[in-house]
């Protein structure tokens, strides 16, 4: 058998390269067009979460079918979840809208606010990594959520970390959400996958 050559070794892996590259560009547009309504966005960030990890078991299936099946398996659970979720940070928006209003005791609002938003990003940035690909009751999802932040805070900071770092990008750039939501899932459930034995084949 003829063994290949460094130039068929070298093709072969910027073929491999040229083909994730397509499907992680192809994975985020599917997670932002699902997130351009708000009703949808739990489902797609869950789906989004859930294909990324398919992807890191080595799933080479279609994106777009795959996406959108994960999407309709988990969107009752993840916009369950994430509905109870909404009014908190529209509420914590507000307060933090107005601090700028208040003089001498801004400082203090603020601070007081602060101590409700950290623990609300690290619960609600770790809620779909814990719970994707399954139909849970929106009780079990919160328990596993607090369950995986408890028994992991450093894998808990760093999503939560990825996910702030992520939307302040989008948000100073949104065309970045093309580019950069696919690799920061696929980060997040390297993350939390580690404790787990698996094989370790990305896409």
Known sequence: ??????????AGTTLQALDTAC????????WTIGTALVVTAPAATSALVETARGGSR????????????NMRRTARTSTA???????VAALLGVNFAIVPLMREQGMYVAAALMSI??????FSANLMPATAGEDLPVRQAYRRTLERIVTHPFVAIVT?????GGAALIYLQPLSAFVIAAPAAR?????????????????
């Open 160 to 164: 939560a970390l990825i996910a702030a």
């Open 58 to 69: 080595g799933d080479l299936g279609p994106v777009l079918t795959t996406f959108l099946a």
């Open 187 to 203: 980060l997040v459930v390297a993350l939390h996958d580690r404790p787990a034995a698996r094989p370790a084949r990305a896409y």
């Open 23 to 30: 499907r992680y560009l192809l994975l985020s547009t599917l």
């Open 81 to 87: 979840a994430a509905a109870v979720l909404l009014p």
């Open 1 to 10: 058998m003829t063994r290949p050559t460094g130039r068929h070794r070298w």
């Open 117 to 122: 938003a950290i623990p609300f990003l690290l």
